[in-house]
């Protein structure tokens, strides 16, 4: 029985919470949890989890933290992606394309293995849903799980504008 599962609406607080995990690691000029803007995601986070269709969220609930009747409990490691479609060219003529983005875990279930199986979930899924190819951004801390998985660096020309 695997460790993996993917995530439903009851786990959007904890998704939450790893996603700062994530952030705080990786955007060092940003306060340290700032966590203001969990109140507006939350509602929407938990809607995207409850639908099956091109987002997916795999976790792995944390060992020493289990829910109780209360709830659910704390997660120990997540990978969260979604599948978009773009139009298709010559190496992608169906135009699926993953994304792999928010993968944590909590700094006391490291080393363990959690984030790898959550991403090999999620690779499965990705490959499931008709993506042809999938896109990553890996902090210089995780490249080597993305390696070893088979992601590679490329050249990638990409800007982006704010509103």
């Known amino acids: 029985m695997s460790l993996v599962r993917r995530a439903g609406p009851e786990d959007a607080a904890e998704v939450l919470r790893l996603r700062q995990v994530m952030l705080d690691s990786v955007r060092p000029d940003d306060p340290p949890g700032t966590t203001a803007w969990h109140t507006a995601s939350l509602p929407l ?75 090999t979930e999620l690779l499965a899924w990705l490959r499931a849903s008709g993506a042809s190819h999938v896109d990553l951004n890996a902090s210089a801390e995780a490249e080597p799980l993305y390696a070893s998985l088979g992601f590679v660096r490329k050249p990638d020309p990409a800007m982006r504008l704010r509103f």
Do not use: M, Q, W
Not at 77 to 90: D, N
């Open 45 to 119: 986070l938990r809607a995207r989890l409850a639908d099956s269709g091109d987002f997916a969220a795999f976790v792995v609930d944390h060992p020493e933290r289990s829910g109780g009747p209360g709830g659910p409990g704390a997660l120990a490691a997540l990978a969260v992606g979604s599948v978009e479609y773009r139009i298709g060219r010559a190496d992608n003529p169906g135009g699926r394309v993953g994304h792999v983005f928010s993968v944590a875990t909590d700094p006391d279930a490291r080393r363990r293995g959690y984030a790898r199986a959550c991403v």
